[in-house]
């Protein structure tokens, strides 16, 4: 009894915190100003506990494990959306239903946490619909507006039809191998066919919700669609969660078809890193451009899964903890700027370190991070990224990486030029930023210097392997 | 056995000091900085007395052999298993006698801009600078392998590039400022690719390795990097030349040099501390650290050290006779000095007597940094007196500055080599040095010695005798300056009296064990007559106002002149990198930049627009389509990955 509350931990105290959610709800209506501040605290008190009580272990026959690589990875997702919640505060403020959103986002987090701790089919597919479901749900919260429901309705239609591929997929491989444990199906796969065709179904899910090309279209819709909130949990805490179970899935379970999905995954990585750098090229639209951006950063990600090596796990690993800092200070950024102006796109910024100092050193930090431009952490975070990737001595796949860095080197400086150099006669006018936000976006900055700075962390991560 | 903490806090309070001052300077504690940065440097100079202490009389000595601590090492950025980037500090003799060197002349500096820049509104930002420049001195010094040399060896450049562009709203001091980067950023280009060569031959970046990887013939290393060749070098000859590269760059040798004189637009004190005592002597440094690869596998580049060392001492002394601006002519002395201690190293060898070079190169940097600060001081209480830096404002001010008349004497005394001051010893240890292995050179330091004495003595009659105070209608307002500008005169004073009777041969070798020391009068006759002549001719021109010099000048006519203008290289420079590489280089390159790389970008750019424009019908916004896509890649990676390829 002992054990299975130490092993899962991270789920139980999230579960917790959803029931203080819901009965906050059912009870008397508590106003946002003092619920968002509970949040906060609620999120932080969860963030820190998941540094307590780490033990290693499997449970309920074989179905759900954990690792203290997993509790790090739940850690890192936790860090995320307690960021969310802070830099994202004055939206948050002004929701209608500030308690169903936490409710759902958190019901979406759940169900990350037993997609990374699943051993068995069953389970993970499972938790992959708990963590999908509900953020359809939340890309609807800006109630009033009409793209915000058709990025829902896409979302919904658009998994929905991944997920029946998806089970297509594992069905076939039960009946193959006749098994869903997937310690088991390491042994059991022998390429023939049929699982083949299984894998490649398997592969078009775990693509499309990384939004890897050619499964991204739905992405840029729904991105523009939603909330803020919504477009950074969804970019950054989704994605950092699908990637990790994504290389436990191809080194362990799939390894014997390691040959197959070492082209795949090269392919696709150029695929993306180009289609993605292409298209946020030609954005005009801030929130646009980060979504864009972001496909294109996670292409660098899949650089490091074609390394089939523990280094590779261990690189994404940081490069998700540096994304999180780098990428929620950019949208906590625009986040603050659209919702007290209403201006979105990158010629409104014009002249923003005018008249905004603070938000425009820390969108250039995070710019600078997101390029790779050292000394900030994305230049590491590339930097190992990189390095996992060329263990396979393929060179031409990183010349071809090292290119598409320069791509989207110049869209960022684009944006920093504007921000800095260019002259705007009417520039975004002095925005005053509330503390949460503040605080966000300094635990942003922060963690964009000091991550990179202090290597420890990366050995640290290393010795999890 | 050292103890990393103490060791660790001698660069750490500069930092402090440049933190606190830097932060909070300008707002808050504003006046206040200097007593506090001064406070934080006393104490890192306390210290380093007691390391040094603690190093070379109670624990570094052992079976009469110095040996070589590192009592922090953090691995820092690991590459991989084998190479990694670490931050340590070592401890030997050098690294200790050079923290007493850089705490000591850094503290005297701090003291005397308490007196000297009273009043400057930048006061707070002039002392976080200080601390800046302090602490990355101080890491270079400590730094256990050769990137962390390379780190704080670009932290010294910025932190010189700031104090010497400190009065920014003078534009010669700005473009002082960029010169000094520039030239020395470009001598970096060479040390960096040397470090690589190095680093990646001998597969360490840690100098003990390093060291012990590439000098011994057997191992595998060692054997890669000299089979290796390029243009006629082995890789080793071309990593440590590279590498010198960088240190000549720094100390100002020739052709190298031509920021250092240029760079005396910065603050006196600035002078004192970067270009006389500490930053400049770091090339020096650099090739003694790595002395035995130098030695031991690449005695073709230590050769060349030490003709590039002699050059530079002539040249220099040549052109300091007949500079005018006092400052500039501490600068050719400083870098004819460096010279002495370059060439030093280059006729030193490894180990035993042989290595008398090696213990002569440090020792007369120890004493140099003690004379040649107290000179820039003095010259900095001089300037601040009279409001000008060339010499026909001044004469005559013996009365009017009796301590800073006394205390330069003394320096002029020890530079030139009189008997029984600092500099006398390790001037005598260094011809010896060169005596026993390379006459020619031996030759050329006599030919400087007598020089020294002579420009040394010329800028001493200049200030302090010749004309009368009156003369030339200099102004009679303020004293001598306080105590705080008295003070450190006096204690750098009593360092160039005295520094000489260290006995550096025991504490400091090239193997770390103890040398014998060499002291003879038959060979002391001929440098010292040499040097009495030097001031003896000295005051027979300069002691009253004549017409003699001025003869003497039109006489020597064109060399004269050549001299005078620092033998054109600044034109030189000039002319290679305005005419030959703007015009004939940069115009090519511009052309070629405008039609080809444009075209191609352009070309590019056009392609990618036309390509966006095409797979943005993909993105249609229809969620039947995106199915439809969906589907039809997997169908494609299917057929492809099961009938195709398997």
Sequence with gaps: MNEFFSLMKSELVLTGIIFLLLFIKIGKGVKNETLLPLIQVLLLANFLFGFFLNKQGRLFGDMYYTTSLIVMQKNILNLGVYLISLVCADWLKKTQHLAEFFLLMLSALLGMFFMISSANLLIFYLSLELATIPVAAMANFDLEKKTSAEGAMKMILSSAFSSGILLFGISLIYGTTGSISLPQLGQLLDNSPLQILAFIFFFAAFAFKLSIVPFHLWTADVYEGSPIAVTSFLSVISKGAVAFIFMTMLFRVFQPMAHIWYQLVVVLAIATMVIGNLFALRQQNIKRFLAFSSIAQVGFILVAVSSNDPMGITSVVYFVLVYIFSNLAAFGVAAVITEKTGKENIDDYKGLYKTNPFLSWILALSLFSLAGIPPTAGFFGKLFLITAGSANANYWFIIVVALNLIVSLYYYLRVIRAVFMDKNDNPVEPVTISAPVRLGLLICGAGIVITGMLSWIYDYIYTLK | ?646
């Excluded at chain 2, 004189?261 to 650099?286: F, N, R, W």
């Excluded at chain 2, 001081?377 to 005559?396: P, Q, T």
Aim: aromatic content about 14%; overall charge neutral.
């Design chain 2, 1 to 646: 056995m050292p103890n990393a903490i103490n060791i660790a806090l001698i660069p750490l309070l500069p930092f402090a000091g440049f933190l606190l001052s830097g932060l909070f300077g300008r707002k808050y504690i504003r006046n206040f900085a200097g007593m506090l940065g001064t406070a934080l440097i006393l104490g890192s100079a306390i210290l380093a007395l007691y390391t040094a202490y603690d190093y070379f009389f109670v624990y570094g000595k052992v079976d009469g052999v110095y040996q070589q601590f590192v009592p922090l090492k953090i691995t820092w950025l690991a590459f991989t298993k084998e190479l990694s980037i670490d931050m340590g500090l070592v401890i030997d003799p050098i690294s200790v006698m050079m923290l007493v060197v850089v705490t000591f002349v850094s503290l005297m500096v701090h003291i005397y801009s308490l007196g000297y820049l009273k009043g400057e509104e930048r006061f707070a930002t002039y002392y976080a600078y200080l601390g800046l420049f302090t602490f990355s001195m101080l890491g270079l010094v400590l730094a256990s392998n050769i990137f962390q040399i390379y780190i704080f060896w670009e932290l010294v450049g910025v932190s010189s590039f700031l104090l010497i562009g400190f009065y920014y709203d003078k534009p010669s001091a700005v473009a002082a400022s960029k010169k000094a980067f520039i030239v020395t950023r470009f001598a970096d280009l060479g040390f960096l690719i040397g470090i690589l060569i190095l680093s990646y031959f001998s597969g360490t970046l840690d100098f003990q390795e390093l060291i012990a990887r590439l000098t011994s013939p057997e191992s595998n290393e060692a054997k890669a990097a000299a089979a290796s060749t390029f243009l006629g070098a082995s890789a080793l000859t071309w990593g440590a030349a590279l590498v010198f590269m960088g240190g000549a760059g720094k100390s100002a040798m020739f052709p190298l040099h031509i920021w250092l004189p240029d760079a005396m637009e910065g603050p006196t004190p600035v002078s004192a501390l970067i270009h006389a005592a500490t930053m400049v002597v770091a090339g020096v440094y650099l090739v003694a650290r790595l002395f035995p690869v130098f030695a031991l596998s690449t005695p073709a580049v230590l050769e060349m050290i030490g003709w590039v060392g002699a050059v530079s001492a002539i040249v220099a002394a040549v052109i300091a006779c007949t500079q005018t601006d006092i400052k500039r002519v501490l600068a050719y002395s400083t870098m004819s000095q460096i010279g002495y201690m370059m060439f030093a190293l280059g006729v030193s060898k490894y180990g035993g007597e042989a290595g008398l070079g090696y213990t002569a190169s440090m020792f007369h940097l120890f004493t140099h940094a003690m004379f040649k600060a107290l000179l820039f001081l003095g010259a900095g209480a001089v300037i601040h007196y009279v409001h000008s830096n060339e010499m026909k404002d001044m004469g005559g001010l013996r009365k009017k500055m009796p301590v800073t008349h006394f205390t330069f004497l003394i320096a002029c005394l020890s530079i030139a080599g009189v008997p029984f001051l600092s500099g006398f010893y390790s001037k005598e240890e260094i011809l010896l040095a060169a005596y026993h292995s390379n006459t020619a050179i031996y030759y050329i330091a006599l030919v400087t010695s007598g020089l020294t004495a002579f420009y040394m003595f010329r800028l001493y009659f200049n200030i302090f005798w010749n004309k009368p105070y009156e003369a030339h209608g200099g102004h009679h307002g303020h004293g001598e300056g306080g105590l705080v500008m008295m003070l450190p005169l006096i204690l750098l004073a009593i360092g160039a009296a005295g520094a000489g009777y260290i006995p550096f041969g025991e504490l400091v070798s090239s193997d770390g064990k103890a040398l014998e020391s060499h002291f003879d009068i038959a060979f002391s006759a001929a440098p010292v007559l040499l040097g009495l002549t030097g001031i003896a001719v000295a005051a027979w021109m300069y002691l009253k106002e004549n017409k003699k010099p001025e003869n003497m000048a039109s006489s020597l006519g064109g060399i004269y002149k050549a001299a005078y203008h620092k033998f054109y290289i600044d034109e030189l420079y000039l002319f290679i990198t305005k005419k030959v590489l703007f015009n004939l280089v940069g115009r090519t390159a511009a052309w070629f930049d405008r039609t080809i790389v444009d075209g191609l970008v352009n070309l590019t750019g056009n392609t990618t627009v036309l390509v966006a424009e095409g797979i943005k019908k993909f993105q249609s916004g229809k969620v039947q389509q995106y199915a439809i896509y969906f589907l039809a890649g997997v169908v494609l990676l299917a057929a492809f990955f099961v009938y195709v390829w398997r």
